[in-house]
């Protein structure tokens, strides 16, 4: 018995493993814009046979040593702005739990 053969739409070369890593990709590359550092040659490649990783991986492009100083500079002082920030502000007050009336005709 031979099994019917459909036809496919463009929706059968989707890659749902790549499409996730490059969702990753635009939010990792946002992120750091947000703080002044920009990776220019961020790609997604595809898994490997000869390599150890089980799927698709974000390259970070070629970086030079004098650039990924200069990242690392603008991303330390944002984290101690930061830090410096959350030791200055004033703890925040605890709420009040207000009590519910046990009956509902109840007043208050």
């Known amino acids: 018995m031979q099994q019917k053969i459909c036809p496919v739409g463009p929706e059968h070369f989707d890659d749902q493993d790549r499409d996730y890593a ?41 970086v030079e040593p004098a650039h990924a100083l200069k990242m690392a500079a603008t991303i330390n002082e944002y984290a101690e702005e930061s830090h410096r920030l959350r030791e200055q502000a004033p703890p925040s007050p605890k709420r009040k739990r207000k009590r519910r009336a046990k009956n509902l005709n109840a007043t208050l």
């Open 22 to 62: 490059v969702v990753a990709g635009v939010e990792l590359v946002n992120a750091l814009r947000k703080l002044g550092v920009d990776l220019e040659g961020i790609a997604v490649s595809a898994p490997c046979d000869r390599c150890s990783s089980v799927g698709y991986v974000l390259d970070l492009g070629p």
